[in-house]
């Protein structure tokens, strides 16, 4: 089954910066969008941001646009995503997963693929 695998979480301060990446075992991420999504405690998962298999298109929700950055790495087999001036309110679990793609543009709704167990960012003087 296509599984993909969260890393890079941890525990920082307001203002700082996380790096968080997205890894597939057996397979080349290459071909597919790929999105990533959060949870908080009490609240639903929502899309945070997408790249599209090309990486000639990206998406990003309203709340994290201008801080978070989604890039694709061919060599790592890898799809990142750099948060900078991290707030309290992007504290949650994030999870990345293959996302649909219309008109060559990524779509931040889950295509296929099961949900990994994500990695925790905790954003917290």
């Known amino acids: 089954q296509l599984q993909l695998v969260e890393s890079g979480g941890g525990l920082v301060q307001p203002g700082g910066s996380l790096r968080l990446s997205c890894a597939a075992s057996?397979?080349?991420?290459?071909?597919?969008?790929i999105g990533w999504f959060r949870q908080a405690p009490g609240k639903e998962r929502g899309g945070v941001s997408c790249?599209?298999?090309?990486?000639?298109?990206?998406n990003y929700a309203d709340s994290v646009k201008g801080r978070f950055t989604i890039s694709r790495d061919k060599a790592k087999n890898t799809v990142n995503l750099q948060m900078n001036s991290l707030k309290p309110e992007d504290t949650a679990i994030y999870y990345c997963?293959?996302?649909?793609?219309?008109?060559?543009?990524?779509?931040?709704?889950?295509?296929?693929?099961?949900w990994g167990q994500g990695t925790q960012v905790t954003v917290s003087s």
């Open positions: 790249i599209s298999a090309s990486g000639g298109s990206t």
């Open positions: 057996g397979f080349t991420l290459d071909g597919y969008a």
């Open positions: 997963v293959v996302t649909s793609t219309v008109q060559a543009m990524c779509v931040m709704r889950k295509l296929f693929g099961s």
